[in-house]
């Protein structure tokens, strides 16, 4: 079965500082990859997705992601961050043609002046 | 275009009463799922459902009841609710996904305690 590590529970940024997640998952295939945002109190968004081709994805709201098979991550940068950015982050994974997500347990994000 | 709305926002239970979650979609989706959100835990996927009269289940079914007897609705059902199930319940819709996998919408939760 498939599973996603976020090894990050909680990251705090200045604002206008770059921005790393970390997204790291198990599967036998090149699975689907996803990232989604949940600020406070709504339900989740979806920044962005892989399924083939370039390894480099953009999203969103400025954000961008990285599939490195090698290392079986799928890391999501921002360039400089906003206060409106401060939100939670759940990197999730499904396996090829399948609708099945397995969600990692989120990041947040604090945005400090 | 409301997009996924979800009925109630909130709810207090005593244990073993039940109580019915409503999910609503205006998008036409074909599937509809149903997660629940713990602390620590992310998402799992409680039941999902590929179309009108269609329901499966996902990673954590047990206690939990579903029926998707209009395209746009998919209710949740919790016959004797318990402590375990007080939770964030989120529904979601999509597409049929095909090869490039299908976008999910999320609707904006209903927080549910059971004391």
Known sequence: AQSVTQPDIHITVSEGASLELRCNYSYGATPYLFWYVQSPGQGLQLLLKYFSGDTLVQGIKGFEAEFKRSQSSFNLRKPSVHWSDAAEYFCAVAPFGNEKLTFGTGTRLTIIP | ?115
């Open chain 2, 1 to 115: 275009n409301a997009g996924v709305t979800q009925t109630p926002k909130f709810r207090v239970l005593k244990t073993g009463q039940s109580m019915t979650l409503l999910c609503a979609q205006d998008m036409n989706h074909e599937y509809m799922y149903w997660y629940r959100q713990d602390p620590g835990m992310g998402l799992r996927l409680i039941h999902y459902s590929v179309g009108e009269g269609t329901t499966a289940k996902g990673e954590v079914p047990d206690g939990y009841n579903v029926s998707r007897l209009k395209k746009q609705n998919f209710l949740l059902g919790l016959e004797s609710a318990a402590p375990s199930q007080t939770s964030v319940y989120f529904c979601a819709s999509s597409y049929s996904p095909g090869l490039a996998g299908a976008d999910k919408y999320f609707g904006p939760g209903t927080r549910l305690t059971v004391l």
